[in-house]
C-alpha cells in the first residue's frame, strides 16, 4: 500500500517525502479533529462503574499541629 502511494506522488524523492509527511499529518488531524471526539461517547471508558456515593467516609480525625520548643 505503501509502495503505491509513493508511486501515485508527483515529483522526485524529495518531493515526494514533503507529500507524504503532509498527507500524514492530514490524516492525524483528522483523526484528532473529527474522528475521535465522534467516536468517543461510544467508548466503554466513558461509563464509569464506581459510585461516589457508595465510598465510606474516612474517619480521621483531626489534631492540632504540635509546634517544637526550642531550648535556651
Known amino acids: 500500500m505503501y509502495a503505491a502511494l509513493w508511486r501515485a506522488l508527483p515529483g522526485p524523492w524529495p518531493v515526494k517525502l514533503v507529500q507524504s509527511l503532509v ?3 492530514g ?4 483523526c484528532f479533529l473529527w474522528v475521535f471526539p465522534a467516536v468517543a461517547p461510544y467508548m466503554p471508558f466513558n ?3 464506581v459510585d461516589d456515593q457508595a465510598r465510606p467516609t474516612p474517619s480521621v480525625s483531626v489534631s492540632t499541629p504540635v509546634t517544637p520548643t526550642t531550648a535556651r
Request: no cysteine; glycine share 0%; aromatic share 0%.
Open 27 to 30: 490524516a492525524v488531524a483528522a
Open 23 to 25: 498527507l500524514a499529518l
Open 47 to 49: 461509563s464509569t462503574t
